[in-house]
T-cell receptor, first 116, second 109 residues
């Protein structure tokens, strides 16, 4: 069964450093997403991406964040200058347009980012 | 009012019981609705899409009420393996996605 993969599973970085989180979406999917989940809190939408463009982004996704699809398989999230409050689990998801116009998303296992 | 609201629980139910969760959403223009399941420290996994006509998959039934802006999930004959957090997810226009806080279910032997 196809699945979304993410690397690394755990990233530790110092405040102010840049990090890049990597995702390989399901191969025939066209829509890609990043989310974060701070421990004990709800899953928060960051950004959606389609046709090499950002479709929608949340208030969290400020100028410190960027996304890229550098080739036909990878989808990356870059945080330019990490802050302590960026510590969270980051999930990537992908979807295709399913029945009744629904975008059923499949999530990767997540990257746990720890900023020290 | 929160965009997507759920009772965080926990709901503690005995094996074999029927349990129901509700979720309300504030944006009447919301377009699609889902239930996801999340186990502790794992990724959300799609449980069901919630169509206007409702949706049933084995022991799980989901309903959508657009007029009252809520969706529901019914689990019949609860199993120990159903213990998890159930996330209500709402898609707005332009691919904006909102998750509820989740409702924690604990099925007790």
């Amino acid at each position: 069964e196809p699945e979304v993969t993410q690397t690394p599973s755990h990233q530790v970085t110092q405040m102010g450093q840049e990090v890049i989180l990597r995702c390989v979406p399901i191969s025939n999917h066209l829509y890609f997403y990043w989310y974060r989940q701070i421990l004990g809190q709800k899953v928060e939408f960051l950004v959606s991406f389609y046709n090499n463009e950002i479709s929608e982004k949340s208030e969290i996704f400020d100028d410190q964040f960027s996304v890229e699809r550098p080739d036909g398989s990878n989808f990356t999230l870059k945080i330019r200058s990490t802050k302590l409050e960026d510590s969270a689990m980051y999930f990537c998801a992908s979807s295709d347009l399913g029945g009744q116009g629904y975008y059923e998303q499949y999530f990767g296992p997540g990257t746990r980012l720890t900023v020290t | 009012r929160k965009e997507v609201e759920q009772d965080p629980g926990p709901f503690n139910v005995p094996e074999g019981a029927t349990v129901a969760f509700n979720c309300t959403y504030s944006n009447s223009a919301s377009q699609s609705f889902f239930w996801y399941r999340q186990d502790c420290r794992k990724e959300p996994k799609l449980l069901m899409s919630v169509y206007s006509s409702g949706n049933e998959d084995g022991r799980f039934t989901a309903q959508l009420n657009r007029a009252s802006q809520y969706i529901s999930l019914l689990i019949r004959d609860s199993k120990l393996s159903d213990s998890a957090t159930y996330l209500c997810v709402v898609h707005g226009s332009y691919q904006k996605v909102t998750f509820g806080i989740g409702t924690k279910l604990q099925v007790i032997p």
